[in-house]
Protein backbone atom coordinates (compact mmCIF):
# COMPACT_ATOMS: atom_id res chain seq x y z
CA UNK A 1 0.00 0.00 0.00
CA UNK A 2 2.97 2.30 -0.52
CA UNK A 3 1.60 4.27 -3.09
CA UNK A 4 -1.65 5.18 -1.13
CA UNK A 5 0.06 5.15 2.44
CA UNK A 6 2.59 7.59 1.54
CA UNK A 7 0.97 10.46 0.36
CA UNK A 8 -1.34 9.74 3.21
CA UNK A 9 1.31 9.64 5.66
CA UNK A 10 2.47 12.95 4.47
CA UNK A 11 -0.71 14.40 4.73
CA UNK A 12 -0.98 13.51 8.61
CA UNK A 13 2.03 15.37 8.72
CA UNK A 14 0.21 18.60 7.85
CA UNK A 15 -2.23 17.91 10.46
CA UNK A 16 -0.05 17.10 13.18
CA UNK A 17 1.76 19.92 12.77
CA UNK A 18 -1.24 22.26 13.33
CA UNK A 19 -2.09 20.36 16.43
CA UNK A 20 1.50 20.92 17.48
CA UNK A 21 1.31 24.20 17.17
CA UNK A 22 -2.17 25.02 19.06
CA UNK A 23 -1.49 22.74 21.92
CA UNK A 24 1.88 24.46 22.25
CA UNK A 25 0.08 28.32 22.19
CA UNK A 26 -3.42 27.73 22.83
CA UNK A 27 -3.18 26.51 26.14
CA UNK A 28 -1.73 30.28 26.65
CA UNK A 29 -4.03 32.97 25.59
CA UNK A 30 -2.91 36.56 26.13
CA UNK A 31 -6.23 38.65 25.53
CA UNK A 32 -9.79 37.94 25.63
CA UNK A 33 -12.01 40.05 23.06
CA UNK A 34 -15.54 39.89 23.28
CA UNK A 35 -17.92 41.02 20.40
CA UNK A 36 -21.38 41.24 20.75
CA UNK A 37 -23.86 42.99 18.76
CA UNK A 38 -26.35 44.29 21.01
CA UNK A 39 -23.48 46.12 22.78
CA UNK A 40 -22.60 44.69 25.51
CA UNK A 41 -18.60 43.33 24.34
CA UNK A 42 -15.62 45.27 23.99
CA UNK A 43 -17.07 45.69 19.80
CA UNK A 44 -20.18 45.23 18.02
CA UNK A 45 -18.85 44.01 14.85
CA UNK A 46 -16.05 41.52 14.30
CA UNK A 47 -14.22 43.50 11.86
CA UNK A 48 -13.74 45.74 14.65
CA UNK A 49 -12.30 43.78 16.95
CA UNK A 50 -9.34 42.33 14.58
CA UNK A 51 -8.63 46.51 13.45
CA UNK A 52 -7.69 46.34 17.43
CA UNK A 53 -5.37 43.82 17.18
CA UNK A 54 -1.86 45.01 16.28
CA UNK A 55 0.12 44.32 13.73
CA UNK A 56 2.84 42.31 14.18
CA UNK A 57 1.12 40.31 17.01
CA UNK A 58 2.70 36.81 19.06
CA UNK A 59 0.56 36.22 21.61
CA UNK A 60 -2.44 34.24 20.90
CA UNK A 61 -5.28 36.67 20.93
CA UNK A 62 -9.27 34.93 21.68
CA UNK A 63 -12.17 36.92 19.89
CA UNK A 64 -15.24 35.52 21.47
CA UNK A 65 -18.42 36.51 19.65
CA UNK A 66 -21.26 36.12 21.24
CA UNK A 67 -24.12 33.95 19.48
CA UNK A 68 -26.29 36.01 16.40
CA UNK A 69 -25.68 36.51 12.82
CA UNK A 70 -23.19 39.33 11.53
CA UNK A 71 -23.69 40.25 8.31
CA UNK A 72 -20.44 41.95 7.39
CA UNK A 73 -17.11 40.84 5.50
CA UNK A 74 -14.64 40.16 7.80
CA UNK A 75 -10.74 40.61 6.45
CA UNK A 76 -7.57 39.44 9.15
CA UNK A 77 -4.38 41.09 7.04
CA UNK A 78 -1.22 38.99 6.98
CA UNK A 79 0.95 40.17 9.57
CA UNK A 80 -2.03 40.02 12.37
CA UNK A 81 -0.96 35.57 13.11
CA UNK A 82 -1.91 34.07 16.57
CA UNK A 83 -5.71 35.35 16.21
CA UNK A 84 -8.58 32.34 17.47
CA UNK A 85 -12.01 33.23 16.56
CA UNK A 86 -14.72 31.79 18.70
CA UNK A 87 -17.98 31.69 18.72
CA UNK A 88 -20.77 29.99 20.93
CA UNK A 89 -21.76 26.99 18.13
CA UNK A 90 -22.13 26.83 14.48
CA UNK A 91 -25.73 27.39 14.29
CA UNK A 92 -25.69 30.10 17.09
CA UNK A 93 -22.81 32.67 15.91
CA UNK A 94 -21.94 33.10 11.88
CA UNK A 95 -20.92 35.47 9.96
CA UNK A 96 -22.42 36.10 6.30
CA UNK A 97 -22.66 38.38 3.28
CA UNK A 98 -23.38 37.98 -0.27
CA UNK A 99 -21.16 39.61 -2.63
CA UNK A 100 -20.28 37.63 -5.88
CA UNK A 101 -17.95 37.03 -8.73
CA UNK A 102 -18.42 39.09 -11.97
CA UNK A 103 -20.75 41.80 -10.47
CA UNK A 104 -18.47 44.42 -11.83
CA UNK A 105 -17.18 44.73 -8.91
CA UNK A 106 -15.53 41.68 -7.18
CA UNK A 107 -13.11 39.30 -8.05
CA UNK A 108 -14.14 35.85 -6.72
CA UNK A 109 -11.10 36.39 -4.48
CA UNK A 110 -12.97 39.69 -3.06
CA UNK A 111 -16.28 37.54 -3.12
CA UNK A 112 -15.50 36.41 0.16
CA UNK A 113 -17.54 36.90 3.24
CA UNK A 114 -14.40 36.15 5.69
CA UNK A 115 -10.89 35.83 4.82
CA UNK A 116 -7.37 35.14 6.88
CA UNK A 117 -4.08 35.85 4.89
CA UNK A 118 -1.93 35.77 8.63
CA UNK A 119 -0.10 32.56 9.37
CA UNK A 120 -1.65 31.11 12.93
CA UNK A 121 -5.33 31.27 12.50
CA UNK A 122 -7.71 29.17 14.92
CA UNK A 123 -11.30 29.33 14.22
CA UNK A 124 -14.14 27.19 16.44
CA UNK A 125 -18.06 27.23 16.64
CA UNK A 126 -18.68 29.43 14.13
CA UNK A 127 -20.52 29.56 10.37
CA UNK A 128 -19.17 31.71 7.75
CA UNK A 129 -21.54 31.97 4.93
CA UNK A 130 -22.21 33.71 1.35
CA UNK A 131 -25.95 34.07 0.85
CA UNK A 132 -25.55 34.45 -2.56
CA UNK A 133 -28.33 32.34 -4.58
CA UNK A 134 -27.81 33.96 -8.55
CA UNK A 135 -30.24 30.96 -9.49
CA UNK A 136 -29.59 30.52 -13.40
CA UNK A 137 -27.16 32.99 -13.29
CA UNK A 138 -25.03 31.28 -10.67
CA UNK A 139 -21.71 33.11 -9.88
CA UNK A 140 -18.74 32.07 -7.35
CA UNK A 141 -19.23 33.50 -4.33
CA UNK A 142 -16.87 32.59 -1.11
CA UNK A 143 -17.73 32.04 2.08
CA UNK A 144 -14.57 31.56 3.39
CA UNK A 145 -10.91 32.09 2.13
CA UNK A 146 -7.27 31.39 3.64
CA UNK A 147 -4.96 32.11 3.06
CA UNK A 148 -2.18 31.61 5.96
CA UNK A 149 0.21 28.42 6.81
CA UNK A 150 -0.75 26.74 10.41
CA UNK A 151 -4.36 27.28 10.38
CA UNK A 152 -7.34 25.33 11.66
CA UNK A 153 -11.28 25.18 12.25
CA UNK A 154 -13.22 22.82 14.53
CA UNK A 155 -16.69 22.78 14.32
CA UNK A 156 -17.18 25.55 12.00
CA UNK A 157 -19.63 25.74 9.29
CA UNK A 158 -19.33 27.18 5.41
CA UNK A 159 -22.28 27.81 3.57
CA UNK A 160 -22.36 28.68 -0.07
CA UNK A 161 -23.06 27.48 -3.80
CA UNK A 162 -20.08 28.16 -5.55
CA UNK A 163 -16.34 28.27 -4.10
CA UNK A 164 -17.68 28.01 -0.97
CA UNK A 165 -14.28 27.13 0.88
CA UNK A 166 -11.74 28.84 -0.88
CA UNK A 167 -8.26 27.12 0.77
CA UNK A 168 -6.03 28.64 -0.91
CA UNK A 169 -2.66 27.92 0.36
CA UNK A 170 -1.13 26.91 3.29
CA UNK A 171 -1.82 23.99 5.66
CA UNK A 172 -4.62 23.91 7.18
CA UNK A 173 -6.35 21.13 9.26
CA UNK A 174 -10.68 21.29 9.52
CA UNK A 175 -12.48 19.14 12.14
CA UNK A 176 -16.05 18.57 12.85
CA UNK A 177 -16.79 21.08 10.06
CA UNK A 178 -20.07 21.25 7.86
CA UNK A 179 -19.26 22.35 4.21
CA UNK A 180 -21.91 22.74 2.21
CA UNK A 181 -21.89 24.01 -1.92
CA UNK A 182 -22.48 22.48 -5.20
CA UNK A 183 -19.64 23.43 -7.67
CA UNK A 184 -16.32 23.23 -6.79
CA UNK A 185 -17.57 23.84 -3.50
CA UNK A 186 -13.98 23.09 -1.63
CA UNK A 187 -11.23 24.53 -4.18
CA UNK A 188 -7.74 26.15 -3.76
CA UNK A 189 -4.30 24.98 -3.68
CA UNK A 190 -4.01 24.54 0.02
CA UNK A 191 -2.54 21.19 2.19
CA UNK A 192 -5.11 20.03 3.96
CA UNK A 193 -7.04 17.84 5.91
CA UNK A 194 -10.58 17.52 6.60
CA UNK A 195 -11.61 15.21 9.23
CA UNK A 196 -14.49 14.14 10.30
CA UNK A 197 -16.00 16.39 8.47
CA UNK A 198 -19.46 16.19 6.55
CA UNK A 199 -19.14 17.51 3.04
CA UNK A 200 -22.83 18.17 2.03
CA UNK A 201 -24.28 19.13 -1.85
CA UNK A 202 -27.00 21.42 -2.01
CA UNK A 203 -28.98 21.88 -5.36
CA UNK A 204 -28.44 25.48 -6.08
CA UNK A 205 -27.33 25.07 -9.96
CA UNK A 206 -28.15 22.44 -12.89
CA UNK A 207 -26.09 19.14 -13.30
CA UNK A 208 -23.92 17.21 -11.38
CA UNK A 209 -21.81 19.48 -9.31
CA UNK A 210 -17.92 19.25 -8.21
CA UNK A 211 -17.24 18.92 -4.99
CA UNK A 212 -13.70 19.79 -4.82
CA UNK A 213 -11.22 21.86 -7.30
CA UNK A 214 -7.47 21.17 -5.90
CA UNK A 215 -5.12 23.51 -7.55
CA UNK A 216 -1.67 21.82 -7.52
CA UNK A 217 0.29 23.02 -10.32
CA UNK A 218 3.56 21.15 -10.05
CA UNK A 219 4.62 18.18 -9.12
CA UNK A 220 6.91 19.36 -6.39
CA UNK A 221 3.92 21.26 -4.92
CA UNK A 222 3.24 20.05 -1.77
CA UNK A 223 -0.36 20.61 -1.60
CA UNK A 224 -3.57 18.27 -1.59
CA UNK A 225 -6.49 17.77 0.31
CA UNK A 226 -7.29 14.65 2.47
CA UNK A 227 -10.93 13.64 3.33
CA UNK A 228 -10.71 11.44 6.61
CA UNK A 229 -13.68 9.96 8.18
CA UNK A 230 -15.81 12.25 6.20
CA UNK A 231 -19.63 12.26 5.54
CA UNK A 232 -20.29 13.06 1.87
CA UNK A 233 -23.60 13.18 1.56
CA UNK A 234 -26.17 16.32 0.89
CA UNK A 235 -29.47 16.35 -1.84
CA UNK A 236 -27.90 16.63 -5.06
CA UNK A 237 -25.39 14.35 -7.36
CA UNK A 238 -22.09 15.42 -7.84
CA UNK A 239 -18.41 14.49 -9.08
CA UNK A 240 -15.84 14.13 -6.28
CA UNK A 241 -13.57 16.41 -7.69
CA UNK A 242 -12.35 18.09 -11.04
CA UNK A 243 -8.51 19.53 -11.64
CA UNK A 244 -8.25 23.35 -11.10
CA UNK A 245 -4.86 22.87 -11.90
CA UNK A 246 -3.28 19.71 -13.75
CA UNK A 247 -1.20 18.34 -10.77
CA UNK A 248 -4.17 18.33 -8.68
CA UNK A 249 -4.26 15.81 -5.67
CA UNK A 250 -7.17 14.79 -3.58
CA UNK A 251 -7.80 11.72 -1.41
CA UNK A 252 -10.83 10.42 0.06
CA UNK A 253 -9.87 8.05 2.96
CA UNK A 254 -12.22 5.85 5.21
CA UNK A 255 -15.09 7.96 4.41
CA UNK A 256 -18.85 7.26 3.99
CA UNK A 257 -20.26 8.20 0.47
CA UNK A 258 -24.20 8.40 0.34
CA UNK A 259 -25.67 7.52 -2.90
CA UNK A 260 -24.87 10.85 -4.65
CA UNK A 261 -21.68 10.27 -6.06
CA UNK A 262 -21.70 10.59 -10.21
CA UNK A 263 -20.41 6.91 -11.18
CA UNK A 264 -17.34 8.61 -12.97
CA UNK A 265 -16.65 9.82 -9.51
CA UNK A 266 -13.70 12.44 -11.12
CA UNK A 267 -13.69 14.82 -14.15
CA UNK A 268 -10.62 15.77 -16.16
CA UNK A 269 -11.79 19.42 -16.80
CA UNK A 270 -9.43 20.90 -18.77
CA UNK A 271 -6.96 18.97 -17.81
CA UNK A 272 -7.34 15.50 -20.25
CA UNK A 273 -4.42 13.33 -19.75
CA UNK A 274 -2.61 15.56 -16.96
CA UNK A 275 -0.88 14.14 -14.00
CA UNK A 276 -3.32 14.60 -11.22
CA UNK A 277 -3.60 12.23 -7.77
CA UNK A 278 -7.41 11.17 -7.44
CA UNK A 279 -7.86 8.15 -5.19
CA UNK A 280 -10.37 6.43 -3.02
CA UNK A 281 -9.18 4.70 -0.14
CA UNK A 282 -11.24 2.27 1.96
CA UNK A 283 -14.23 4.22 1.66
CA UNK A 284 -17.75 3.08 1.96
CA UNK A 285 -21.66 3.73 1.56
CA UNK A 286 -23.11 3.36 -1.88
CA UNK A 287 -21.61 5.99 -3.56
CA UNK A 288 -18.03 4.50 -3.03
CA UNK A 289 -18.93 1.88 -5.78
CA UNK A 290 -16.31 1.28 -8.22
CA UNK A 291 -18.36 0.67 -10.75
CA UNK A 292 -18.28 3.08 -13.52
CA UNK A 293 -15.36 4.95 -11.91
CA UNK A 294 -13.01 6.57 -14.51
CA UNK A 295 -10.19 4.60 -15.14
CA UNK A 296 -7.39 7.04 -14.55
CA UNK A 297 -8.10 7.81 -11.08
CA UNK A 298 -5.44 6.08 -9.23
CA UNK A 299 -6.83 3.61 -6.85
CA UNK A 300 -5.62 0.61 -4.79
CA UNK A 301 -7.85 -0.75 -2.66
CA UNK A 302 -7.62 -3.97 -0.05
CA UNK A 303 -10.26 -5.18 -2.94
CA UNK A 304 -7.64 -4.88 -5.93
CA UNK A 305 -4.42 -5.94 -3.62
CA UNK A 306 -6.63 -8.87 -2.81
CA UNK A 307 -7.60 -9.30 -6.15
CA UNK A 308 -3.30 -8.97 -7.17
CA UNK A 309 -2.27 -11.18 -4.16
CA UNK A 310 -4.65 -13.81 -4.82
CA UNK A 311 -2.83 -16.84 -5.90
CA UNK A 312 -3.65 -18.21 -8.89
CA UNK A 313 -5.31 -21.71 -8.57
CA UNK A 314 -3.28 -22.92 -12.12
CA UNK A 315 0.18 -22.11 -11.34
CA UNK A 316 2.44 -21.86 -14.69
CA UNK A 317 5.46 -20.28 -14.34
CA UNK A 318 4.93 -19.40 -18.44
CA UNK A 319 3.13 -16.43 -19.06
CA UNK A 320 0.29 -16.32 -21.44
CA UNK A 321 0.20 -13.80 -24.16
CA UNK A 322 -2.30 -11.81 -23.11
CA UNK A 323 -1.93 -11.66 -19.56
CA UNK A 324 1.79 -10.66 -20.39
CA UNK A 325 1.14 -7.89 -23.10
CA UNK A 326 -1.07 -6.30 -20.37
CA UNK A 327 1.26 -6.51 -18.22
CA UNK A 328 4.19 -4.87 -20.24
CA UNK A 329 1.98 -2.10 -21.48
CA UNK A 330 1.53 -1.04 -17.51
CA UNK A 331 5.01 -1.21 -17.07
CA UNK A 332 5.84 0.36 -20.11
CA UNK A 333 3.15 3.15 -18.99
CA UNK A 334 4.59 3.45 -15.48
CA UNK A 335 8.02 3.93 -16.74
CA UNK A 336 7.13 5.82 -19.81
CA UNK A 337 9.65 8.89 -18.80
CA UNK A 338 12.36 6.33 -17.32
CA UNK A 339 13.11 4.05 -20.52
CA UNK A 340 15.95 2.27 -18.39
CA UNK A 341 13.57 0.86 -16.41
CA UNK A 342 11.32 -1.15 -19.26
CA UNK A 343 14.68 -1.97 -20.45
CA UNK A 344 16.01 -3.61 -17.02
CA UNK A 345 12.80 -5.57 -17.21
CA UNK A 346 12.96 -6.77 -20.45
CA UNK A 347 16.71 -7.93 -19.86
CA UNK A 348 15.25 -9.57 -16.69
CA UNK A 349 12.64 -11.71 -18.78
CA UNK A 350 15.38 -12.76 -21.04
CA UNK A 351 17.78 -13.70 -18.59
CA UNK A 352 14.52 -16.35 -17.16
CA UNK A 353 13.93 -17.60 -20.44
CA UNK A 354 17.52 -18.44 -21.16
CA UNK A 355 17.75 -19.85 -17.51
CA UNK A 356 20.51 -17.67 -16.46
CA UNK A 357 18.38 -16.84 -13.47
CA UNK A 358 15.70 -19.05 -11.60
CA UNK A 359 12.27 -18.16 -10.63
CA UNK A 360 13.49 -16.74 -6.98
CA UNK A 361 15.98 -14.85 -8.47
CA UNK A 362 13.48 -13.17 -10.50
CA UNK A 363 11.03 -12.33 -7.95
CA UNK A 364 14.03 -10.67 -5.37
CA UNK A 365 14.60 -8.66 -9.29
CA UNK A 366 11.41 -7.49 -9.81
CA UNK A 367 10.35 -6.59 -6.02
CA UNK A 368 13.94 -3.94 -5.75
CA UNK A 369 13.28 -2.86 -9.88
CA UNK A 370 9.51 -1.68 -8.86
CA UNK A 371 9.67 -1.41 -5.31
CA UNK A 372 8.55 2.09 -5.66
CA UNK A 373 5.27 0.48 -7.70
CA UNK A 374 3.24 -2.20 -5.13
CA UNK A 375 0.64 -2.95 -7.60
CA UNK A 376 3.29 -3.79 -10.31
CA UNK A 377 4.98 -6.33 -7.81
CA UNK A 378 1.97 -7.97 -6.64
CA UNK A 379 0.78 -8.10 -10.63
CA UNK A 380 3.76 -10.06 -11.67
CA UNK A 381 2.64 -12.84 -9.12
CA UNK A 382 0.37 -13.99 -11.50
CA UNK A 383 2.95 -15.18 -13.52
CA UNK A 384 4.92 -16.96 -10.50
CA UNK A 385 4.02 -20.20 -8.95
CA UNK A 386 2.37 -19.88 -5.48
CA UNK A 387 5.29 -20.60 -3.49
CA UNK A 388 7.67 -18.07 -5.24
CA UNK A 389 5.11 -15.65 -4.50
CA UNK A 390 6.42 -11.98 -3.49
CA UNK A 391 5.06 -10.42 -0.58
CA UNK A 392 5.72 -6.42 0.03
CA UNK A 393 7.39 -5.87 3.41
CA UNK A 394 4.77 -5.19 6.34
CA UNK A 395 5.19 -1.83 6.50
CA UNK A 396 5.30 -0.03 10.13
CA UNK A 397 2.88 2.49 9.76
CA UNK A 398 3.41 6.07 10.03
CA UNK A 399 1.23 6.66 13.08
CA UNK A 400 -0.03 9.83 14.05
CA UNK A 401 -0.71 8.68 17.93
CA UNK A 402 2.81 7.45 18.32
CA UNK A 403 4.11 10.57 17.03
CA UNK A 404 1.75 12.38 19.37
CA UNK A 405 2.26 9.98 22.23
CA UNK A 406 5.84 10.68 21.36
CA UNK A 407 5.43 14.53 21.33
CA UNK A 408 3.49 14.58 24.69
CA UNK A 409 6.69 12.40 26.57
CA UNK A 410 9.08 15.01 25.64
CA UNK A 411 6.46 17.79 27.03
CA UNK A 412 6.09 15.91 30.27
CA UNK A 413 9.51 15.35 30.74
CA UNK A 414 10.85 18.46 30.50
CA UNK A 415 7.70 20.41 31.97
CA UNK A 416 9.73 22.13 34.50
CA UNK A 417 11.66 23.03 31.64
CA UNK A 418 9.58 24.19 29.09
CA UNK A 419 12.40 25.56 26.92
CA UNK A 420 13.26 22.45 25.92
CA UNK A 421 9.95 21.23 24.37
CA UNK A 422 9.72 24.61 22.69
CA UNK A 423 13.36 24.31 21.26
CA UNK A 424 12.38 20.67 19.92
CA UNK A 425 9.33 22.14 18.05
CA UNK A 426 11.73 25.61 16.98
CA UNK A 427 14.21 22.30 15.34
CA UNK A 428 11.78 20.74 13.75
CA UNK A 429 10.08 23.98 12.27
CA UNK A 430 13.13 26.07 10.64
CA UNK A 431 13.85 22.25 8.93
CA UNK A 432 12.05 22.89 6.07
CA UNK A 433 13.06 26.93 5.86
CA UNK A 434 16.90 26.29 6.46
CA UNK A 435 16.99 23.37 3.88
CA UNK A 436 18.66 21.51 7.19
CA UNK A 437 19.09 17.64 6.37
CA UNK A 438 17.55 15.23 8.47
CA UNK A 439 21.35 15.27 9.60
CA UNK A 440 21.42 18.62 10.60
CA UNK A 441 18.17 17.88 12.62
CA UNK A 442 19.01 14.61 14.54
CA UNK A 443 22.61 16.65 15.53
CA UNK A 444 20.61 19.36 17.15
CA UNK A 445 18.46 17.53 18.80
CA UNK A 446 20.89 14.82 19.91
CA UNK A 447 22.48 18.38 21.33
CA UNK A 448 19.18 19.05 22.97
CA UNK A 449 18.01 15.25 24.63
CA UNK A 450 21.99 14.82 25.52
CA UNK A 451 21.37 13.51 28.91
CA UNK A 452 17.46 11.62 27.45
CA UNK A 453 19.28 9.15 25.15
CA UNK A 454 15.93 7.33 25.44
CA UNK A 455 14.39 10.23 23.67
CA UNK A 456 17.06 10.37 21.21
CA UNK A 457 16.15 6.62 20.73
CA UNK A 458 13.05 6.82 20.30
CA UNK A 459 13.37 10.10 17.81
CA UNK A 460 15.01 8.03 15.85
CA UNK A 461 12.59 5.71 15.02
CA UNK A 462 10.86 8.38 13.35
CA UNK A 463 13.78 9.06 10.67
CA UNK A 464 13.56 7.27 7.43
CA UNK A 465 15.62 4.23 7.32
CA UNK A 466 18.07 5.72 4.29
CA UNK A 467 18.88 8.51 6.17
CA UNK A 468 22.49 8.96 7.32
CA UNK A 469 21.60 9.35 10.93
CA UNK A 470 20.37 5.74 10.83
CA UNK A 471 24.43 4.67 10.40
CA UNK A 472 25.64 7.69 11.90
CA UNK A 473 24.24 6.89 15.40
CA UNK A 474 26.23 7.26 18.09
CA UNK A 475 23.88 5.56 20.18
CA UNK A 476 22.81 1.70 20.33
CA UNK A 477 20.86 1.64 16.94
CA UNK A 478 17.28 0.29 18.76
CA UNK A 479 14.72 -0.02 16.07
CA UNK A 480 16.23 2.47 13.72
CA UNK A 481 16.81 0.34 10.74
CA UNK A 482 13.43 -0.56 9.45
CA UNK A 483 14.70 -2.98 6.76
CA UNK A 484 14.36 -2.54 3.18
CA UNK A 485 11.96 0.25 3.90
CA UNK A 486 13.11 3.27 1.84
CA UNK A 487 9.81 5.08 2.28
CA UNK A 488 9.26 5.18 5.88
CA UNK A 489 8.14 8.68 6.18
CA UNK A 490 9.73 10.37 9.41
CA UNK A 491 6.74 11.75 11.26
CA UNK A 492 8.33 14.12 13.14
CA UNK A 493 11.12 15.17 10.92
CA UNK A 494 10.06 15.27 8.00
CA UNK A 495 6.97 17.49 8.91
CA UNK A 496 9.01 20.22 6.95
CA UNK A 497 11.25 18.22 4.60
CA UNK A 498 12.08 18.69 1.20
CA UNK A 499 10.30 16.00 -0.55
CA UNK A 500 7.38 17.48 0.27
CA UNK A 501 4.33 15.45 -0.84
C1 LIG B 1 -24.13 11.65 7.05
O1 LIG B 1 -24.81 12.86 7.24
C2 LIG B 1 -26.21 12.78 7.04
C3 LIG B 1 -26.76 14.18 7.10
O2 LIG B 1 -26.35 14.82 8.26
C4 LIG B 1 -26.80 11.85 8.09
O3 LIG B 1 -28.18 11.72 7.90
C5 LIG B 1 -26.13 10.50 7.96
O4 LIG B 1 -26.57 9.67 9.00
C6 LIG B 1 -24.62 10.61 8.03
N1 LIG B 1 -24.05 9.33 7.73
C7 LIG B 1 -23.01 8.82 8.36
C8 LIG B 1 -22.56 7.47 7.95
O5 LIG B 1 -22.44 9.41 9.28
C1 LIG C 1 17.73 22.98 -0.84
O1 LIG C 1 18.66 21.94 -1.09
C2 LIG C 1 18.51 21.31 -2.34
C3 LIG C 1 19.47 20.16 -2.41
O2 LIG C 1 20.73 20.49 -1.89
C4 LIG C 1 18.75 22.36 -3.46
O3 LIG C 1 18.56 21.75 -4.73
C5 LIG C 1 17.74 23.47 -3.28
O4 LIG C 1 17.96 24.47 -4.25
C6 LIG C 1 17.83 24.07 -1.88
N1 LIG C 1 16.77 25.04 -1.68
C7 LIG C 1 16.95 26.21 -1.07
C8 LIG C 1 15.73 27.05 -0.92
O5 LIG C 1 18.04 26.58 -0.65
Not at 23 to 44: C, P, R, T
Not at 64 to 83: L, N, S, W
Not at 212 to 239: E, L, P
Amino acid sequence: MELQASPFARFLIAFLFVVLFHQLFALDVSEHIYVSSDGYGNFKSIQEAIDSIPEGNSQWIRIHVEKGAYREKVTIPKYKEYIMLEGEGSDQTWIEYGDYANDGIHTTESSTTFSCYADNFMARDISFKNTFNGGQSMSQAVAALVAGDKSSFYRCSFFGIQDTLCDLSGRHYYKDCYIEGAIDFIFGQGQSIFERCTISTTSGVQGVGYITAHGRDSKHDWSGFVFKSCNITGSAQTYLGRPWRPYARVIFYESYMANIIAPEGWDTWQYDGWDTTFAEIKCRGPGAKRKGRVNWMKMLTDKALKHYTRTRSVSNTKMTTKDALNYLTKVRQIYQYQEGKYAEFLTLMTDFKKERIDTEGVAERVKELFKENPDLILGFNSFLPPKYEIKLDEKKNVEFKDAMKFVNKIKNRFQHDVHVYNSFLAILNNYKKDNNTIQDIYREVAVLFENHLDLLDEFAQFLPADSPVARHQHTPPAKVVHQDDDSEISLLVHLFSQTGL
